[in-house]
């Protein structure tokens, strides 16, 4: 059946083309200035929240799962954490609050069985935690979720919002109906210059969230309608949705969030803040270099800090996150200025953001998936020249100074974030780095050459490498004295990392250097720098390589998962169509082995990049399967004389697309498919593909790598003759 999306969704995904677009470093061009000159214009929206706005949200946790004591529970979180203390002071009730009628006279209601005592006396206990109180709404018919919108009733709700002492209003951008006569972005314009006059009508200071550019992410239009959303209110979400609590892979969600938010630095002004959404610090799947990544990063952009977890169980490191006063005065900087790129590389970015007292804050964030050393200089920084600077990092509250220089060995996804004033002060020790290059060569394997770097005013002595692997790697040598190293001067040491033989699949092995030194006191100091290495071993076959889901029995639909939404094509409907264990399956040209395995287990590869052991020769490599996502990714063959090419694999939906998508070919079709409640059939048949890959003639095929694309999934391989 095809899904049909919330128009919210469909607005992330669309965005998600962009991405290369709003790469990091693009600037994007300043809103029209039409938009303040426009006529009927509104007066410039009060400077309700003159920092970024900070607090808590239930969304991205719970979603619809909230009643009065998740929300208060929260609220008392944020005062007991400390973290209202430290600036965390709005608690903004999200969709799904209220009921999905308004009451006879118009007015919006809570949902009673949710928020029995009603939401003023929500906010009266949320002021009484001396918190701010946040309410969502939306300006289209009706909210995201279903419930009431504010459309033509902007006074009433606003006035409603007031008399329940609302500080703060989110207005979703969900179901705006698009009136004649009027483009898309007008109609948006209308229903939000309406709200925010309404807001103003109150005389109630409301901080306003507009939702209208996450709406247009992609479009066109796009920065004309963060202009007008600058003037209507305080922040603007301008693109897709964070992921949420309960998504698999949310670094690659702050990561996006990130990449489109970075490039917006022109459209922000102080005052008026760019919204990449919630903080994730405090879910499960992130790790500590993530979470604090991602902290750093808004921090960095001037963005709200509005986590959105669930607070009641935070763990003392995602608290730590969190309440890094340093990392939050970044933020809350009074200059109001985002953060921009300043050095752009492979995996990395330098950010730079200008801070009231003449410092910069200076972020070196590293996005790729294995460590690097990233260098950048005060002046690209955009700090005056001075006699040195001083760097305080302010996540791990050590203090350097360096002549100029600003390096540091970064893990993956990890960012330092360092305070850097100018200063000839050469009070702290001096700044060092550890870098690491692989200089191996066919007769050498595993060979890398460890650098030292002194960055500082004063010479390091009594210099010691030590280098850190996981059991059963071994370094050699793992110890080695450092000569003597001047002031801006370096000394290296050549070492040869082996480790065993991985299991099939990708191994990702972590190696740490440390230098331990002696600089103008007797203390030792330390620097460390990791090495990423990254191992793949092919599977010895495509059945070794299963990993997903794809057929399930009627009697026991629970298992499937072929869509990642627990659905999965039916044993008994495959049987019918002859797709039985083993059975061969001759289909356009090509002839499969269907898998051995039994519904629900694992029988069918979902392609993530997996390099499977295959053998062949012929004119293409053929392929039986089917995707649940609507994608297609490459392949790359490698052959038995180390040559590779690559071609371009996609298979049509197996309900709901050209069943000739991608150069694809029906198989065979099944008449229904599994639903976690049972089998079902939406009118429509689930198919099973094949398709090709061009093979280079006279070549012997030695492997097979499956596209990263995990929609699709991979039933058989064979070669065409
Ligand atoms: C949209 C918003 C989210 C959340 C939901 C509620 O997706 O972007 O932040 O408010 O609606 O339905």
Redesign the pocket.
Known sequence: MPTAF?R??RA?VACCSTLAAVSAGTVLAQPAAASSAAPGAVAQYPDYSPTPPMGW?D??YY??GIDEKTILGNAQALVTTGLARKGYDTVTI???WMSQQRDAKGDLVANPALFPDGMAYVGQQLHKLGLKFGI?E?AGTS???GYPGSLDHWQQDADLFASWDVDYV?L?G?NVPTKAGETDEQSYRDTYTAMSRALLNTRRHIVFSI?AP?YFQGAANWDSVIGWSAQLGNLW?EGA??ALGQDPDKWSSIDYNYSYNVGLTALQRPGRWNDP??LLAGDSGLSQDEIQSQVSLWAMMAAPLISSTDLTHLSPTALAVLGNRDVIAVDQDRLGIQGSVVQHGAGYDVLSKPLADGDRAVALFNSSDSAQTISTTAAQAGLPVAGGYKLDDLVSKTATNTTGVIAAGVPPHATVLYRVHPTADHGPAPATAISWRDVSTPQLPGTYQITLTDNGTVPLTDGRLQISAPAGWTVAPDTVALPRVAPGGTASATVTVRGPQGAPGTTVTTITATASYRAHSSKVDTVSGEQTIVQTVPYPSLAAAFNDVGATDESDTTPGNFDGGGDSYSSQALAKAGATAGATISANGLSFTWPAAAAGANDNVSATGQEITFSGQGQALGFLGAEAGFTSGTVTVTYTDGTASTGQLGFPNWCCAPTDAYGAKTAFTTDHRNTPSGPANYGTSYGVFTNTVPLTPGKTVRSVTLPDAPAIHVFALTVQP
Do not use: E, H, V
């Open positions: 919330p919210w969704l992330a949200n969304w991205s979603q619809c999200d969709d799904c969502y939306d909210t995201c979720g989110k979703d969900c939702s996450a979400r949705d964070i959404d919630f």
